[in-house]
């Protein structure tokens, strides 16, 4: 039952619709907390075990974050609303990076995409100095977190699905195939869907619902950890502050802290601690636990841009037959089919591609914390040898390409060689206050709009204009005015690496140069896979469980 308690909380808190905010084990205020815990969790992503949870958010209940219609609008009231610093290579534009600030996080506000990355894209983990954390090792993971239901047979015949019951297990993260589709729109991926009431299936719905009833586990909301509290190098405790009151209480962990904040939270937490580059640490007055240079470093997303169509003619939204029937347009979200692309894929010269990842000189393109830090340029171009690897192959994608209902047509690079980062610049640990955050971004399409399906809903194209032809005009435009450095998948910041290599956490997922203290999010991935990042978040969560437990 440890295992499986912890399985739920790890998952709740790295990635949390029914109301029941009157449990008691759901606290408001840190006077209600117990002396001592187990395990503490940082991020509302165990028995004889107590555990206690820490989410900055608090419950959602509205109809608005449920219904698949919503996935892709922003739910800015249940997020983080983070400004990174002018990105250089991209105009010296300014961008925003929207993560979830809500019980579930990320899961609970994001476009509902469900899916893996190949093979190949976990095999480099593991190739990186990572036994285990290879495809063998986190596919039985990747079962134990979902459940796929088949759709009924008359839309299996209308739309051609397809699918392999084998690669999935009965966990608690319903996915499937919506029951409807915009026309001409015929083959859509996976969604995490509840497969009667066609609404969201969440963190919240499938890991913290089943087991909020529990004794042993607090869940603490509208609250924020400040600081890790370390005796000698050993974790001990955090301190967690009450949005409310400001109020500042010490929780104390018997055997663990867990870092599960995601890609931004942990690595400012990790800083803020006295966990991080010791430069950085020095020049804020934080006293050094560990000279860690690779906490928020490695920072990667998915850069996109948008070709943006316009239908002179196309199908109405009809909301009336959404409550009654769970069907129409209201319960599809706004993916409906995505394709992964090769570099062999888009370019007949992609062994020319792959070859100038070995001319090019790395330390050009890369953020200052590189060029001052053998470990973390070591780490890099270990990387860099493995995509370039990865560039040759047709199981690897580097460009993503979802398609709906919309007019707009997306094309996100899956394998991008900037490194970004994210850095604290005060000793002020509230979480609404944005780090540094330096993106560094770069690709093209066009040509199916005139498609007979597509010609049949009046394309016409908008941005950037039928007049933007040359690779001079393309790349302007792209750079100007079309990339955006995020698709909200951000990661790798406490990367899971060997030490030398600028490493952040060891396989176990615990913290080098530290005793109790792991990280269980996006972070650890020392390379962004090639999918939308839920679903391997979902598995890491499963896998840190087992680690905890000692059965792995």
């Given at each position: ?501 600028g490493g952040v956490v060891d396989p176990r997922l615990k913290v080098y140069g530290t005793t109790g203290l792991r990280v269980v999010d996006a972070s650890i991935m020392p390379l962004i896979p090639a999918c939308h990042l839920q679903s391997t978040v979902y598995a890491i969560a499963e896998k840190a469980a087992d680690l905890i437990q000692g059965r792995c």
């Amino acid at each position: 039952m440890l295992k499986k308690l912890l399985a739920s909380l790890l998952s709740l808190a790295a990635v949390a619709q029914s109301s029941f905010s009157e449990a008691s084990n759901i606290k408001r205020h840190s006077t209600e907390l117990d002396d001592e815990y187990d395990f503490i969790i940082v991020g509302g992503g165990t028995s004889n075990t107590r555990v206690l949870v820490v989410e900055f958010g608090d419950f959602d209940d509205t109809w608005d974050t449920a219904l698949p219609y919503n996935a892709n609008n922003l739910q800015r009231r249940l997020m983080f609303n983070m400004t990174a610093v002018p990105t250089a290579g991209l105009g010296n534009r300014t961008f925003p990076l929207w993560i979830g600030a809500t019980v579930g996080g990320g899961s609970t506000v994001n476009g509902m995409a469900f899916e893996r990355g190949s093979k190949a894209d976990y095999d480099a983990w593991e190739e990186l100095g990572n036994p285990s954390w290879g495809w063998n090792g986190l596919l039985p993971y990747f079962k134990k977190s979902t459940t796929f239901t088949p759709p009924p047979l008359e839309y299996v015949a209308r739309y051609n699905y397809t699918w392999d019951s084998a690669a999935y297990g009965k966990g608690p993260i319903q996915v499937g195939f919506p029951s409807w589709q915009w026309p001409n729109v015929d083959t859509p991926p996976n969604r995490c869907m509840g497969k009667g009431s066609k609404s969201r299936s969440s963190a919240r719905t499938g890991y913290f619902n089943p087991a909020r009833g529990r004794a042993n586990l607090d869940l603490l909301t509208r609250h924020y950890v400040s600081k890790i509290e370390f005796k000698g190098n050993a974790a001990v405790g955090v301190q967690v502050v009450s949005r409310a009151t400001g109020k500042v209480a010490l929780a104390r962990a018997k055997k663990e802290v867990i870092m599960a904040a995601g890609a931004v939270n942990t690595a400012r937490t990790l800083q803020l601690s006295g966990v991080g580059p010791a430069p950085l640490l020095r020049s804020l007055g934080i006293k050094t636990v560990v000279d860690a240079p690779g906490v928020g470093a490695n920072f990667q997303d998915h850069p996109w841009f948008s070709v943006i169509l316009q239908y002179t003619s196309a199908s109405p939204v009809n909301p009336n037959i959404l409550t009654p029937n769970r069907t129409g347009s209201l319960t599809l979200s706004h993916g409906k089919n995505i394709v992964f692309l090769s570099l062999s894929d888009l370019t007949t010269d992609y062994r020319t591609v792959a070859a100038s990842l070995v001319k090019q000189d790395a330390t050009a393109y890369l953020p200052p914390t590189y060029r001052s830090n053998p470990a973390l340029l070591s780490g890099l171009l270990a990387q860099r040898s493995i995509l370039r690897n990865r560039y040759l192959r047709r199981d690897a994608d580097v460009v993503e390409m979802p398609f709906g209902g919309s007019a707009s047509v997306v094309s996100a690079i899956q394998k991008p060689l900037s490194r970004g980062t994210i850095f604290i610049n005060s000793t002020d640990p509230d979480p609404v206050l944005s780090p540094v955050i330096d993106f560094s971004a770069m690709t093209t399409p066009r040509r199916y709009i005139a498609s007979r399906s597509l010609a049949t809903l009046g394309l016409v194209e908008l941005s950037p204009g039928s007049d933007v032809e040359t690779d001079q005009q393309i790349e302007a435009v792209l750079r100007n005015s079309l990339i955006l450095p995020s698709f909200a998948h951000p990661s790798g910041t406490a990367a899971m690496m060997p030490r030398s290599l600028g490493g952040v956490v060891d396989p176990r997922l615990k913290v080098y140069g530290t005793t109790g203290l792991r990280v269980v999010d996006a972070s650890i991935m020392p390379l962004i896979p090639a999918c939308h990042l839920q679903s391997t978040v979902y598995a890491i969560a499963e896998k840190a469980a087992d680690l905890i437990q000692g059965r792995c």
